[in-house]
């Protein structure tokens, strides 16, 4: 059965040939669209970890997390340094790490902080930073690198970086009498860190110390090493990172911030704020898997109707193969096991096309969207998946089976016209 079935596909191959590839682009979309979607909250699962608390200005929880961790969109207000120093002070924060966020360089966020952040900044399960070359701040002026900064802008150690003010990938505006220097190159992480560029929260300071209400101040013009002598404490934060000496005070200290009576201010649990953005965006998870889902539905639809068409015009086939012994039967396994062949051959196209889009597509959306997606193994929701789609067309087949299989041998051999 099987060598007549690979003969039925070669004398119809153009059809064969569409069939395959209409089910193979559905699984790859399929499977697809559940790759990202699970590589997509990893991603974020593992952009932080181990730390207790993010706190910035009063605005709502997901939009501190996404400007505060994944650098998108901006704060609506900032943290005054009096009140960070103030609840830094509070005797179960173990420790924080400031961020400063606001300019840019060529499109990647330039992230204002201290040394704390590569000693304590944890992802993918407590994971910490590594230098890939180089080392951390020593200068003012000094900047560290995340991989993907780096690798596609070909910076090095020692490299001038001039940082444009605002977060846009065009700026006019540029601190070009202040440039920074490529002290470090961090190892990459998979994590929004790849497309960050690091600066001393002074060096943040220093290069808006002759600018007023976001424009430099005309003819006013204050040297890199006049700079380095004067105070450059910042005066504000855009969000902190909190780090507590036990779990169990975690509720305690996030009241505390809540009610901060110097300034309104809001502290989130990441692992909370992270489930409250799956839940909004739970309903276009499920709508991409319901398209994705339809598209296999064409696709098997597809089959049927070739399989259908071809009922007439192999009416005859099928009468000769009655005529020479063989069974309604098997004329009935004959058909349902071009159908099973037919989709089993389509999933295994679009496996191999989805790794082959993948393994393409995925520097693209590292440097795009900060997302990596790994080439890892089927999984078993995968497995499944594809089971599904081959049952389904097994199921798919039985109906020209059935048809074929009430073709009497008298009918088979005659004519119509």
Request: contains cysteine; proline residues 4%; hydrophobic residues 45%.
């Amino acid at each position: 059965m099987f060598a007549l079935a690979i003969k039925s596909f070669r004398n119809r191959k153009f059809t064969t040939i569409l069939t395959i590839v209409s089910i193979a682009l559905s699984v790859t979309l399929l499977l697809g669209v559940e790759r990202i979607r699970k590589e997509a909250r990893e991603s974020f699962t593992n952009t932080i970890s181990g730390t207790d608390l993010i706190v910035g200005a009063r605005s709502g929880p997901i939009q501190l997390l996404l400007y505060s961790v994944f650098r998108i969109g901006n704060a609506t207000n900032n943290i005054s340094w009096k009140s960070y120093r103030e609840i830094t002070r509070n005797p179960q924060v173990q420790w924080t790490i400031p961020i400063s966020l606001g300019d840019s360089h060529q499109g990647y966020r330039v992230v204002g902080t201290n040394t704390d952040y590569f000693r304590f900044l944890r992802y993918a399960g407590r994971r910490g930073l590594e230098m890939a070359a180089g080392g951390i701040f020593e200068d003012v002026f000094d900047a560290v690198l995340g991989a993907e900064v780096a690798r596609k802008l070909n910076y090095h150690i020692g490299d001038p970086i001039i940082i444009a003010h605002g977060a846009g990938e065009i700026s006019f505006i540029k601190h070009g009498d202040k440039p920074f220097k490529v002290a470090g190159i961090l190892q990459k992480t998979g994590t929004p860190v790849d497309q960050s560029i690091h600066v001393p929260l002074e060096g943040i300071e220093a290069i808006h110390i002759d600018w007023q209400e976001g424009a430099p101040v005309a003819g006013q013009s204050i040297s890199p090493d006049r700079v380095r002598q004067m105070n450059l404490t910042p005066k504000t934060l855009s969000a902190f990172f909190v780090g507590l000496k036990s779990r169990i005070a975690v509720f305690g200290v996030q009241r505390f911030v809540n009610e901060f009576p110097k300034e309104p201010l809001l502290a989130i649990l990441p692992g909370v704020a992270l489930q409250e953005l799956w839940d909004l965006i739970g309903i276009a998870e499920k709508a991409l898997l319901a398209v994705s889902g339809f598209v296999v539905i064409v696709g098997l639809s597809g089959m049927l109707i070739a399989l259908m068409t071809s009922l007439n015009e192999r009416r005859r086939e099928m009468a000769i193969l009655r005529s020479v012994g063989a069974r309604p039967l098997h004329v009935f396994s004959l058909i349902v096991g071009e159908s099973a062949m037919l989709t089993l051959a389509g999933v295994v196209f679009g496996v191999g096309l989805l790794y082959g889009l993948l393994l393409v597509s995925q520097p693209l959306i590292l440097n795009r969207f900060g997302l990596f997606i790994a080439l890892g193994g089927l999984s078993v929701h995968d497995l499944i998946l594809m089971g599904v789609v081959c049952l389904a067309g097994i199921i798919i087949g039985i109906i020209p089976g059935y048809r074929i299989y009430r073709y009497s041998l008298a009918d088979g051999m005659t004519i119509r016209i």
